[in-house]
């Protein structure tokens, strides 16, 4: 448990923060004194992760909101201001992996479009609200895009439609935070690799096959927590990470060394 309080005083945005990395990242935010808003899709999730704060006697707001409607996206970012008075941090976390271990031959085009809609569309329309907020107040505001290492880094067959969808958003990531540092507006992100989370399980895979492959195929021997890739989502947030702007910071324990 750290003892720092970096973002006391401060409101932080995480969407996708009903289960995995989200609900970590809204944890840890929390732990340091930020109030906390958290999105998705559904209820029931970000209230238990409203719960898990509340009960560490943090501050959050659970908000339903789908990242790519543009307009459920604005209601956020007010929802945010309205409860806490400001937006000082924004996280965007959601994001989907459909269709793993299909070469690009059998890639079914829905799942493409879902992926491109959400992973793409919705970090842009998201870095959008989140900006147009942020460059209004008089400190800005820090954002951090949750990519994956098999974006612009990783060279791996079968999941090249996902692996599209991250380069794009370490591409958002670099061209936003130019087109934005000088509002005020610090844009990074974290291109985790495999997480102890569903989305790193091969198809019809176990946690102990998995940590059984991770042994053999991860130069770090396991996955990393989500409490570790929380922990660099803050750095680049906080203001210890004041001249980071528009990095990508991998945490996959060295599979794309
Ligand atoms: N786990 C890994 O190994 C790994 C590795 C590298 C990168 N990542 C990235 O890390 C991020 C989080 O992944 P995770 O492993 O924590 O996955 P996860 O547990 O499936 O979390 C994704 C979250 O995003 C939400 N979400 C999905 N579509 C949404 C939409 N259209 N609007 C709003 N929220 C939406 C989901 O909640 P609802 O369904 O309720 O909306 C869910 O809570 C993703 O961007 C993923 O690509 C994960």
Do not use: C
Request: hydrophobic share 45%; net charge negative; charged share 20%.
């Amino acid at each position: 448990m750290t003892m720092t309080h970096r973002f006391t005083g401060r409101t932080a945005l995480v969407t996708g923060a009903g289960s995995g990395i989200g609900r970590a990242v809204a944890l840890a935010f929390a732990a340091e004194g930020a109030n906390v808003v958290v999105a998705g899709r559904r209820r029931e999730p970000l209230d238990e992760t409203v719960a898990l704060i509340e009960e560490a006697g943090g501050k959050a707001l659970a908000v339903t909101a789908d990242v790519t409607s543009a307009a459920g996206l604005g209601s956020l970012v007010t929802a945010a201001v309205d409860r806490f008075g400001s937006l000082d941090v924004a996280v965007n976390n959601a994001g989907v992996l459909e269709g793993a271990g299909q070469p690009v031959a059998d890639v079914a085009e829905d799942a493409w479009r879902r992926m491109l809609d959400i992973n793409v569309t919705g970090v842009l329309l998201a870095l959008r609200a989140e900006v147009r907020q942020m460059r209004s107040q008089p400190r800005g505001g820090t954002i951090v895009n949750i990519s994956s290492n098999l974006g612009a880094h990783g060279r791996r067959p079968g999941v090249t439609a996902y692996a599209a969808t991250k380069a794009a958003v370490s591409a958002l990531t670099r061209g936003a935070a130019l087109d934005h540092i000088a509002d005020g507006v610090r844009i990074n992100s974290v291109s985790p690799g495999p997480v102890g989370a569903p989305m790193s399980l091969r198809p019809g895979e176990t946690e102990a096959g998995r940590a059984e492959r991770m042994r053999t195929e991860a130069p770090l021997g396991r996955v990393s927590t989500v409490e570790e890739v929380a922990a660099a989502v803050l750095y680049l947030a906080s203001d210890d990470a004041a001249s980071a702007v528009g990095t990508d910071l991998v945490v996959d324990g060295g599979a794309t060394a």
